[in-house]
């Protein structure tokens, strides 16, 4: 049985059965998005768990009075709203289509429920996550770094 075609570029699947993934994808709705059209708002309670499909997403946080600073770009493959999988959690950054968008939402609390039900799915998902976020936080760090060590204020005399 072959891995559902919408779940192939999702690396942090690998390893769990075809049919585990199936019933996976049963717990996901298909959602469209057009340009400029908010996938989710930060600081909203955190219900759903994504899966980029297609097109292309803005990772934005928004910083009083008007400043909006983007923290990268969603692509096919990627997958964000960790935070569903806590109850009570709500977004730490908004989502904003930058092109039209294809996205699975998977909600939280179903997607808990088959994690504990079903160890062969949930034991491999959460390492994949794991190493997502580790992933992600090793960049995120990297980048940081960077830009200390390029600002102007921050050079030795």
Same mark, same amino acid.
Do not use: W
């Given at each position: 049985?072959?891995?559902?075609?919408?779940?192939?570029?999702?690396?942090?699947?690998?390893?769990?059965?075809?049919?585990?993934?199936?019933?996976?994808?049963?717990?996901?709705?298909?959602?469209?998005?057009?340009?400029?059209?908010?996938?989710?708002?930060?600081?909203?309670?955190?219900?759903?768990?994504?899966?980029?499909?297609?097109?292309?997403?803005?990772?934005?946080?928004?910083?009083?009075?008007?400043?909006?600073?983007?923290?990268?770009?969603?692509?096919?493959?990627?997958?964000?709203?960790?935070?569903?999988?806590?109850?009570?959690?709500?977004?730490?950054?908004?989502? %904003?289509? /930058? *092109?039209?968008?294809?996205?699975?939402?998977?909600?939280?609390?179903? =997607?808990? !429920?088959?994690?504990?039900?079903? $160890?062969?799915?949930?034991?491999?998902?959460?390492?994949?996550?794991?190493?997502? %976020?580790? /992933? *992600?936080?090793?960049?995120?760090?990297?980048?940081?770094?960077?830009? =200390?060590? !390029?600002?102007?204020?921050?050079? $030795?005399?």
């Amino acid at each position: 049985m072959p891995t559902p075609p919408e779940l192939v570029n999702f690396r942090f699947l690998e390893g769990i059965p075809d049919a585990l993934l199936k019933e996976f994808l049963a717990l996901a709705a298909p959602r469209d998005y057009a340009p400029g059209e908010t996938i989710h708002e930060m600081d909203a309670p955190a219900t759903h768990f994504y899966l980029f499909l297609d097109g292309k997403a803005l990772l934005q946080v928004r910083m009083p009075p008007d400043i909006i600073v983007s923290l990268g770009s969603l692509k096919p493959g990627y997958c964000f709203g960790f935070s569903s999988l806590c109850p009570g959690e709500r977004h730490d950054h908004t989502v %904003v289509a /930058d *092109r039209e968008c294809r996205i699975l939402a998977v909600p939280g609390e179903g =997607l808990v !429920r088959f994690i504990k039900k079903e $160890p062969a799915f949930g034991v491999p998902f959460l390492l994949g996550m794991y190493r997502l %976020v580790n /992933d *992600r936080l090793t960049l995120r760090t990297s980048q940081f770094l960077t830009l =200390l060590t !390029r600002h102007p204020d921050l050079r $030795p005399a």
